[in-house]
């Protein structure tokens, strides 16, 4: 997880912007509970759908089988440098919780409570 307080200002947006954001993570979800019953490999046919720019970028890492770190390496280039800010940023940070969550195995539950976190202003009514 970044802990960065810096980037997680940046990263501020408003309780809309974070309502947004909730299909994301239960994308995130549903994509992991996909990998782990089948396969991580079963992500590839899922790229056509994907139609965020950082997700697809990094479910293919995952699909070409790029080392754990090297993925980290590359997201966190993207979220560092592109000059992202608010809800996308937010984004990216929430995607790359998720996809490093998905890569390592994690179930889908697991990946739902750690993705979701970002979005802290959201009560358990948005969740249902």
């Known amino acids: 997880m970044l802990?960065?307080?810096?980037l997680a200002g940046k990263a501020a947006c408003s309780l809309e912007d974070q309502a947004s954001l909730v299909p994301i993570v239960t994308l995130l979800a549903k994509l992991g509970q996909n990998a782990k019953k089948k396969g991580l490999l079963t992500l590839e046919s899922e790229l056509n759908n994907i139609r965020d720019p950082f997700l697809n970028l990094a479910i293919q890492l995952i699909v070409d089988k790029v080392e754990p770190e090297n993925l980290k390496d590359i997201l966190d280039s993207d979220i560092y440098y592109n000059e992202s800010n608010g809800r996308e940023l937010l984004?990216?940070?929430i995607i790359r919780e998720g996809v490093l969550r998905i890569q390592s195995g994690d179930n889908h539950r697991n990946i739902l409570i750690c993705t979701k976190?970002?979005?802290g202003k959201l009560d358990q009514s948005y969740w249902a």
Do not use: S
């Not at 802990?3 to 810096?6: E, G, K, V």
């Open 91 to 93: 984004k990216k940070i």
């Open 117 to 119: 976190i970002f979005l």
């Open 3 to 6: 802990r960065d307080l810096a």
